[in-house]
C-alpha cells in the first residue's frame, strides 16, 4: 500500500516505454510472420493458417497496437480541446473546421462513434489536468497514476476511464480531515484498482471503482441511493401501431429484488448448480425443454406475480426456491449515525456487490434480522471438518461473503449461481472446509474437472489455477470479487468511515 502521493508517482516509473518504439516492436512482431502481410481481402484465408496460439499472439499483438493507438488519439484530443475552448470562439481548432465542438472533431476525425470521441476527449483532459501550458510548475492530480499507467501500457483506455469514472472525484467538500488526505485515499484506490485491471473485464472494473468509491464514502452514497430512488418510474405508451411499451428506471433496492425474482425463475436456464432435488430436477428439465426465450419467460413470470399480488403463496410463483436479496455489511465498519439519525456505513449485495446505504441496511435488519458471519484475517470461517461432502447452507454464505461469486478469472456469474470446489478433491481426503473450499460456477467446476485445470492454495495464502498440462502460461492467481474483501485486508483508518458531515440528499 502506498502512503503518500508521492510513492504513488513513481510506482510505475520502471515500466516506461516510448509509445512509438512499442508500435514498432509490435509491428515488427506481426511482420515476422510473413503470410500475414496479404491484402484486406485475404487477412481471412491466411489467419486461418495458423494454429490457435499463433492467432491469440496475432490478436494480441494487433491489440497493443489499437491501445497505444488510443493513448495517442486521447491525449490528441486533449490538446485538441485546449484549443478549442469557449474564450477562442471561432479562432478554436474546432470551429475552424465546421464542428460545434472538440468531441464533433474527434468523432469526424476518428469515423467512430459519439460515445467514443466523448470518452478520448475525457480522458485526454483527465491527461493533462495538472499539466500546465505555460512554464510555471504542474500540479500533480489525484489521478496522476491512472495518467501514468495508461502512458505506460499499464492500462488500456477503457480500463482507465473505467477507474476514473467509477471512484469520482474526492469528496472534499464539507470533510472534517484535511482535503490532501482524502486527495490521497483516493489516489491509492486507483492504484489498488489498477493491480486488479489484469484480471478482470472493463465492465467489473468499473463495478469495483464504485463499491470501492461507495465503501470509502457512505454519506455519498446514502446521497447516490435517494437520488436513483426519487427517479423511479414507470412510463408507458402506445406506439403508432397499437403496441404497448413501457419503460421501468429502478431504485436500487427494487432493482436487487427483480434481479432476485428472474434468476431463480429462469436459474436451470442460466446454468445453476447441479446439486438438486429429483423434483427440482425435473421442474428444471421442464423449463428449459420449454419453447419460450428468456425474455417471454420473464414476462409471463411478471405477469402472474401483478395478478397473483399477495394472495399467492411463494411456491405457487417461485417453485421450490423463494428468491431473497442477501446484504453484507462489515460489522466493525459501523460508525455513527448522522443528524438524521441514518447509519454511517455501506452495506453490498451478496450478488454483485453493489451498494446499499445504510438506511436500507437498518429497515432490513429490522424486517429480517441477520447472520453473523465470523471470518479470520484471510476471511475464512472455523474449520468444520468432515462430517459431510456437500458444504453446508452457512458455509456456502460465507464462501459468498468471502469470494463474492466465481474465483474464475474474469468470470462474472454471481455467487447465488456458484457451486462450492473443494481445491484438495474429497475423493483424496480434501475436508468440506472454507479455508480450501471456493465458489466457481457451473461452466468453471465442469471446465477444472474435465480439463485438466487445478486450484491449490499454500495455507492462508490466496488460491491459485494452474494450468492443464500442454498449455502455456502463468499460474494465475485468483482474487476475491468480495465488495467487502478489504475487511480482511484493512486499508488505513482514514479510507473507512466518518469523513463527511452529515447532510440530506441532495
Not at 446 to 457: D, K, V
Request: aromatic content about 4%.
Amino acid at each position: 500500500m502506498y502512503e503518500t502521493l508521492s510513492e504513488c508517482r513513481g510506482c510505475l516509473s520502471s515500466l516506461s516505454m516510448a509509445i512509438l518504439s512499442d508500435v514498432r516492436e509490435r509491428v515488427e512482431s506481426l511482420a515476422a510472420r510473413g503470410s500475414l502481410d496479404v491484402e484486406g481481402s485475404q487477412l481471412l484465408a491466411a489467419l486461418r493458417r495458423f494454429d490457435d496460439g499463433s492467432v491469440i499472439d496475432i490478436v494480441a499483438l494487433a491489440s497493443d497496437i489499437k491501445h497505444n493507438a488510443d493513448r495517442i488519439i486521447a491525449v490528441g484530443a486533449a490538446v485538441l480541446a485546449e484549443r478549442s475552448t469557449r474564450e477562442m470562439g471561432q479562432a478554436g481548432a474546432a470551429a475552424t473546421r465546421g464542428h460545434a465542438t472538440p468531441v464533433a472533431l474527434v468523432q469526424s476525425i476518428t469515423g467512430g462513434t459519439r460515445g467514443d470521441a466523448a470518452r478520448a476527449v475525457r480522458i485526454g483532459e483527465s491527461m493533462v489536468e495538472g499539466q500546465p501550458l505555460s512554464s510555471e510548475p504542474a500540479v500533480v492530480p489525484w489521478h496522476d497514476c491512472l495518467r501514468r499507467a495508461l502512458l505506460d501500457s499499464v492500462l488500456t483506455s477503457e480500463q482507465h476511464d473505467a477507474i476514473l469514472r467509477g471512484l469520482g472525484k474526492p469528496p472534499i467538500d464539507g470533510v472534517d480531515v484535511d482535503p490532501d488526505a482524502v486527495r490521497s485515499v483516493w489516489a491509492r484506490a486507483a492504484l489498488q484498482l489498477i493491480d486488479e485491471a489484469s484480471a478482470v473485464d472493463v465492465e467489473e472494473l468499473a463495478r469495483r471503482a464504485r463499491q470501492v468509491r461507495d465503501a470509502l464514502d457512505p454519506v455519498g452514497a446514502e446521497a447516490r441511493f435517494a437520488r436513483r430512488f426519487e427517479g423511479r418510474l414507470i412510463r408507458r405508451w402506445v406506439d403508432d401501431n397499437g403496441g404497448h411499451h413501457a419503460r421501468i428506471d429502478f431504485d436500487d433496492e427494487t432493482a436487487a429484488l427483480w434481479d432476485a425474482v428472474i434468476a431463480s425463475a429462469l436459474r436451470p436456464r442460466r446454468g445453476g448448480p447441479r446439486f438438486m432435488t429429483a423434483e427440482e430436477r425435473a421442474a428444471a428439465d421442464e423449463l428449459v425443454a420449454d419453447p419460450r426465450t428468456n425474455e417471454q419467460l420473464t414476462y409471463d413470470l411478471v405477469m402472474d406475480i401483478f395478478r397473483a399480488g399477495t394472495l399467492a403463496e411463494a411456491s405457487d410463483v417461485f417453485g421450490s426456491r423463494q428468491p431473497g436479496v442477501r446484504l453484507v455489511v462489515v460489522k466493525d465498519a459501523i460508525g455513527p449515525r448522522d443528524a438524521f439519525g441514518r447509519m454511517l456505513t455501506t452495506g453490498h449485495l451478496e450478488d454483485g456487490g453493489d451498494a446499499v446505504p445504510g438506511s436500507v441496511i437498518d429497515r432490513v435488519l429490522c424486517e429480517a434480522g441477520f447472520i453473523e458471519v465470523t471470518v479470520d484475517s484471510c476471511g475464512n470461517p472455523l474449520d468444520v471438518g468432515r462430517e459431510q461432502r456437500l458444504f453446508t447452507t452457512k458455509q456456502r454464505l460465507a464462501l459468498a461473503v468471502r469470494d463474492g461469486g466465481c474465483l474464475w478469472p474474469e468470470c462474472r456469474v454471481p455467487a447465488s449461481y456458484c457451486e462450492a470446489h473443494h481445491s484438495t478433491p474429497w475423493s483424496e481426503g480434501g475436508q468440506s472446509d472454507i479455508e480450501v473450499g471456493v465458489l466457481l460456477c457451473r461452466f468453471h467446476h465442469m471446465l477444472l474437472h474435465n480439463a485438466g485445470w487445478r486450484i491449490t492454495r499454500d495455507g492462508k495464502e490466496p488460491f491459485v489455477l494452474h494450468r492443464p498440462p500442454g498449455i502455456a502460461g502463468d499460474s494465475i492467481v485468483l482474487r476475491s470479487r468480495s465488495a467487502v474483501r478489504w475487511a480482511w485486508d484493512p486499508p488505513p483508518p482514514d479510507m473507512r468511515v466518518g469523513w463527511r458531515s452529515a447532510r440530506a440528499p441532495e
